[in-house]
């Protein structure tokens, strides 16, 4: 745990990925994209995005590193699929996978009409040591389906859900889903068409009191719209179990002015005990939600975190890996072996959006 701390550190007292002297910037992959998009491996794998990578102590060594990500089908419906790698660098749709008949997806839409009938996808898994067998892995999921707020409309809206695993390939949802629910929060019933979060992040903490065993950090839209606009946070809440949620608040805040004035979203926290480090995309305007740049902040406690004074960190610039690349969003941060590497959303509508790697050694 001590280790965790100290990289953690390390890796956040950084300036920019430009101009750090100590040779510790955020540089991405010359071998970019880390999981090939073309040709697809079939139609529910034509996009992907919103990686979150697992270092599974139960794996095959061919199969060591996990990457659940949200796949996009022809149509725009998105699942979430898996990938599998032996080193964390080269990755490969794994299609021995298939759930309801689809190949590489380990997370299909829930049934017509339900909560999550339209999306499911922007998933946090971890494994969780010591737990009973069919539990050994945790899901945490964004998924979007039909809900009335009392106006007399169907809006669709994303909240969050939980399923438990024996594999990591074969997955269970919660009965309680969706464990964090748009209704929760007065701005969003007050108005619908600002509803909705997404992207969540959770670590467990077997060292914290019960009622904060578990902590999670979601993107949320929020109250403070313009008639032309909205803005995105990062909520925190606490559960004993990852499936009864109490709302802490907000953990990080748009900047009036800054590079991420309206957005700031889709959260990767990485840490334990007084050392919380949180990657995240931030933009200037909500319409550019994916065409974000990437920042860090720190806490002492998980609740509320402290900008790094020299963000972003990883620029769409910095990020390219082809002359029409314009798109940069969702950060996941794997800290091992005294650094850490990134993987994150990007590309074009071009020639493909996919997962790629950044690395700080």
């Avoid at 929760?184 to 992207?199: L, N």
């Avoid at 334990?272 to 909500?286: C, D, I, K, N, R």
């Avoid at 960190?313 to 969003?329: C, Y």
Wanted: proline share 6%; aromatic share 10%; glycine share 12%.
């Amino acid at each position: 745990m001590r280790l965790i701390a100290v990289v953690l550190l390390a890796l956040l007292a950084i300036g920019t990925v430009e101009a750090d002297d100590t040779g510790g910037a955020w540089v991405a992959r010359k071998d970019n994209p880390a999981l090939p998009v073309n040709p697809p491996p079939n139609r529910y794998h034509v996009a992907h995005g919103d990686p979150c990578v697992v270092l599974d102590p139960h794996a095959p060594s061919e199969a060591r590193y996990k990457m659940y990500f949200g796949s996009c089908e022809e149509g725009g419906t998105t699942r979430t699929g898996i990938a599998i790698s032996a080193d964390g660098d080269r990755w490969r749709v794994d299609t021995s996978v298939s759930t309801n008949g689809k190949e590489g997806i380990v997370l299909d839409l829930g049934p017509e009409e339900a909560w999550d009938s339209s999306r499911a996808e922007s998933v946090c898994v971890i494994v969780v040591p010591g737990a009973p067998a069919a539990r050994r892995y945790e899901m945490w999921y964004s998924g979007a389906g039909p809900m009335d707020f009392g106006d007399g409309e169907k809006h669709t809206i994303y909240q969050l859900g939980h399923a438990w695993s024996a594999d990591g390939r074969q997955w269970e949802r919660d009965p309680a889903n969706p464990v964090v629910r748009a209704s929760e929060f007065d701005w969003q019933r007050r108005d619908p068409g600002y509803a909705g979060m997404g992207d969540p992040c959770v670590v467990r903490l077997d060292d914290a009191p019960e009622d904060r065993r578990y902590m999670m950090w979601f993107t949320a839209a929020y109250g403070r719209q313009t008639e032309k606009d909205t803005a995105y946070c990062i909520r925190v809440a606490t559960s004993p179990d990852g499936s009864t949620w109490t709302q802490r608040g907000i953990a990080l805040d748009v900047s009036d002015g800054a590079w991420d004035a309206r957005v700031v979203a889709m959260p990767c926290v990485v840490g334990e005990g007084g050392s919380f480090g949180m990657w995240y995309a931030g933009a200037t305007l909500a319409e550019d939600l994916e065409r974000a740049q990437i920042g860090c902040a720190t806490s002492i406690d998980g609740l509320r975190f402290e900008k790094a004074a020299h963000n972003p960190v990883l620029t769409i610039l910095q990020a390219s890996w082809g002359s029409d690349f314009d798109h940069l969003w969702g950060p996941h941060v794997l800290v091992e072996g005294g650094g850490a590497r990134m993987w994150f959303s990007g590309g074009s509508l071009e020639t493909g959006i996919t997962i790629g790697g950044a690395e700080r050694r």
